[in-house]
């Protein structure tokens, strides 16, 4: 079973995923999409959070945790029962020791061995890089994808009211 987050990512079930985009494309994925309540979901931040103000909370299904230390983090992760578990990536967990995201690194692809698990970020940093090492997959996105425009009917005038050159 798996879980499109947006048209372009596509999580599969029993996973570890990175996203790497900015916080609107998160939001707007989150908020607008309708499957997520067919899950047991849980969404994991640190310290501070960029995005949790911005989360639809007509998600009934959602849980809300924060983990204020690796070590929080960690046992969120193996005490969690859920099938879909965001982590907002949160580098001031790691200032006092660089070893740290190492385990959590082995711990989100222990929790992912039962849930499909996505850990967000905004940016790139030296831990976010060595969380990576250990993902199934890493989605970067530096920017918010483009659609294509729509034609405006004003701005294009119908062919009937061309003229056609005659021949020479």
Known sequence: ??????PTVNLKSDT???????STLFTKTHNCNSNLQSFSA???CGNYSGILSYLSRRFTKLEIRRAFTVFQLMTILEESHH????????P??????????????????????QATVL????????????????AD???YFE????????????????????????EF
Do not use: C, W
């Open 92 to 113: 001031m967990l790691y200032e006092n020791g660089t070893q740290m995201a190492e385990r959590v690194s082995r711990a989100l692809r222990d929790t992912a061995r």
């Open 16 to 22: 570890f995923s990175i996203l790497v985009a900015p």
């Open 119 to 134: 850990l967000y970020s905004m940016g790139i940093d030296p831990f976010l890089e060595g969380l990576a090492e250990t």
């Open 83 to 90: 099938s879909l578990i965001f982590v907002e990536h949160d």
């Open 42 to 44: 849980l969404y994991v």
């Open 137 to 139: 997959k890493v989605f």
């Open 143 to 166: 920017e918010m994808p483009r659609y294509s425009p729509k034609l405006l009917t004003k701005a294009y005038p119908k062919m009937m009211d061309q003229a056609i050159l005659g």
């Open 1 to 6: 079973m798996g879980f499109e987050l947006y």
